[in-house]
């Protein structure tokens, strides 16, 4: 596992999807504590055992696969999905340029399953600029 990776630690996982509800309202609470871990260890699991090592994007679209996918909120989990494969690129140096539009299509259909996580990660990839010093 690449020791440089700063991860997303539950308790903010726990304050995004908070925020996204006060912003575009919901239901509170968590539906399986389970499988938020599981989504949380998602993009970590995947560090230590993916071949060959994934990079930023492919750990970004983990946190969104598994958020989404594993639908561990009440609700706003595609809204906290996307805000925490965001703020991954972010903590590691990257930034999100795609669209709002183009955001919002991929996301809806990465959590139908129209989409892939490996695609996602591509179009993150795509769509998304180093910022590094």
């Not at 140096?93 to 959590?111: H, I």
Request: glycine share 8%.
């Amino acid at each position: 596992m690449n020791p440089a990776w700063v991860w997303i630690e539950d308790a903010v996982v726990l304050a995004v999807h908070d925020e996204q509800l006060a912003e575009h309202g919901g239901a509170a609470g968590t539906r399986d504590a389970g499988l938020l871990a599981s989504a949380l260890a998602r993009p970590q699991q995947l560090a230590a055992y993916g071949e060959p090592p994934p990079g930023v994007h492919a750990l970004a679209a983990a946190y969104a696969y598994g958020i989404a996918r594993n639908h561990p909120f009440i609700d706003g989990n595609k809204r906290t999905a996307f805000v925490c494969a965001e703020l991954f690129l972010v903590l590691n140096g990257w930034r999100l340029t795609a669209s709002d539009a183009d955001c919002v299509t991929r996301m809806l259909a990465l959590a139908a399953g129209d989409l892939d996580e490996a695609a996602f990660a591509a179009w993150l990839r795509a769509g998304s600029l180093e910022c590094r010093p």
